[in-house]
């Protein structure tokens, strides 16, 4: 299984640029899970879907942050307008939706606006 | 709410010492509990994990026993290497919800 697969791996941009960061969780996996970590603020959940319906929202920062999970093999996050303090790594994880089940982590955005 | 709280980083070790990173929970119901690794420059992997009371959970040599007595899951190793420098997450997931809740992570560096 090639695991969690994120893209890019890397993004620069510039402030006001719109960013979109993709995940292609794992085949079988019913849940997906985006996340932000920073030094400031660590690990921190944004958004959870559960057979790509939005679960809880309620960790996305603001408006200029948005989910998508068209179907259960592609989800997105997108920023638009980026600022400076989105700088972060942003983690896709996946699992099986069952009590107890593992997280599988995507091996990360590191994304730098300037 | 649910949370996770663990001693803040952070460890340093030589090698070869005994390693404790101490991870304490609050949680309705009986949550799952997890230890996560992060490597430097990558995602983070479980390293072990127990779904009740008085499971231990071990993997490469770490090992975690779940006490629902004093709410605690620290992870053990006896003989800690370069290689395993890392950040480690102590989580849980708790009632009916696949939200894992993370702790603020430690870092442990090992020195040769």
């Known amino acids: 299984d090639a695991g969690v697969i994120q893209s890019p791996r890397h993004e620069v941009t510039e402030m006001g640029q719109e960013v979109t960061l993709r995940c292609k969780p794992i085949s079988g996996h019913n849940s997906l899970f985006w996340y932000r970590q920073t030094m400031m603020r660590g690990l921190e959940l944004l958004i959870y879907f559960n057979n790509n319906v939005p679960i809880d929202d309620s960790g996305m920062p603001e408006d200029r942050f948005s989910a998508k999970m068209p179907n259960a093999s592609f989800s997105t996050l997108k920023i638009q307008p980026s600022e400076p303090r989105d700088s972060a790594v942003y983690f896709c994880a996946s699992q099986r939706n069952q009590q107890g089940e593992t997280q599988y982590f995507g091996p990360g955005t590191r994304l730098l606006v300037l | 709410g649910d949370s996770v709280t663990q001693m803040e980083g952070p460890v340093t070790l030589s090698e070869e010492a005994f390693l404790t990173i101490n991870c304490t929970y609050t949680a309705t119901g009986y949550p799952s509990l997890f230890w996560y690794v992060q490597y430097p420059g990558e995602g983070l992997q479980l390293l072990l994990k127990a779904t009740k009371a008085d499971d231990k959970g071990s993997n490469k040599g770490f090992e975690a026993t779940y006490r629902k007595e004093t709410t605690s899951f620290h992870l053990e190793k006896g003989s800690v290497q370069v290689s395993d420098s890392a950040v480690y997450f102590c989580?849980?997931?708790?009632?009916?919800?696949?939200?894992?809740?993370f702790g603020a992570g430690t870092r442990l560096a090992v020195h040769p």
């Open positions: 989580a849980l997931i708790s009632g009916g919800y696949n939200k894992l809740i």
